[in-house]
């Protein structure tokens, strides 16, 4: 199957529609980013040169350029999408961002650090994905990846996640938007009720509730959602020829994992 035809499978014309709509940079997206990129810090960004795959808006590539990265290559494929990126990126000249799938990122060892944050769980191939990250590394180089955790979310998996796959993900997207406003109060009023004790609604529960409506937003249209455990998605990384792979438990609800290339070839 060509990337093409697998880029179909996914949602990027999806996520281009809440790109274009929630397109701004918060002051709390960094904290998020940090937690995403648990076991980095932000002096390993220094000097260094990374790839972010599936951008977004560029809010994932413009922390570690304020922590003082060499450069960047940020690439997704909606050009709704990689408007909003370059838009939010055009203060770093280092900052290059094109539209590139993530199955076929046609680089071979040109980065120190190559990143995936909630993108990898959404492609129909993501193991495929993870070998063209591993690719585009340096020997040594480091390979991260943000994934949906299994663990805490059965609950989601169990109500809400049929109702993505049988109903909103296959609705017209202005009126799985408008669907989002209920959505989003229900949220609202469970996080000012105090309900929920993981770590990760302490958190959303200081979010504004434009940005929690982007979070419902993008959980509602995607048509491919996958929850891995902790062993799952230390094999994903491992399964791409990754070698000290490593898993930092986000939020209690997702998986941040760590690996690196080894001198010898990742797998094909």
């Excluded at 203060?91 to 199955?103: D, I």
Aim: hydrophobic residues 40%; glycine residues 8%; charged residues 25%.
């Amino acid at each position: 199957m060509t990337g093409d035809a697998r880029e179909q499978l996914g949602s990027p014309e999806r996520f281009g529609h809440s790109w274009n709509i929630f397109s701004e940079i918060l002051p709390i997206h960094e904290e998020q980013f940090l937690r995403w990129t648990s076991g980095m810090e932000k002096d390993d960004w220094a000097g260094r040169r990374f790839l972010d795959v599936g951008c977004g808006i560029g809010r994932n590539s413009y922390w570690p350029l304020t922590y003082g990265a060499a450069s960047c290559l940020s690439i997704d494929i909606d050009e709704r999408t990689l408007a909003a990126a370059r838009e939010n990126l055009a203060g770093y000249e280092n900052a290059v961002v094109e539209n590139r799938s993530a199955y076929e990122i046609n680089e071979d060892g040109s980065f120190d650090i190559a990143f995936s944050i909630g993108v990898i769980h959404h492609l129909d191939d993501q193991p495929a994905a993870v070998r063209q990250m591993c690719k585009a590394v340096k020997p040594g180089g480091t390979v991260l990846v943000w994934l949906y955790g299994y663990e805490n979310n059965e609950w989601l998996l169990k109500f809400f996640d049929p109702v993505r796959r049988f109903l909103f993900s296959k609705m017209p997207l202005s009126f799985v938007y408008a669907l989002s406003w209920p959505a989003t109060a229900l949220l609202w009023l469970i996080l000012k009720l105090g309900i929920g004790r993981t770590e990760y609604m302490r958190l959303i529960r200081t979010f504004s509730f434009r940005h929690l409506r982007a979070i419902v937003y993008d959980h509602m249209i995607p048509k491919i959602a996958t929850y891995y455990r902790e062993g799952e998605a230390i094999e994903l990384l491992q399964e791409a020829g990754l070698t000290n792979v490593r898993a930092h438990w986000v939020n209690e609800m997702s998986w941040t994992v760590i690996g690196e290339k080894p001198l010898d070839a990742c797998a094909e």
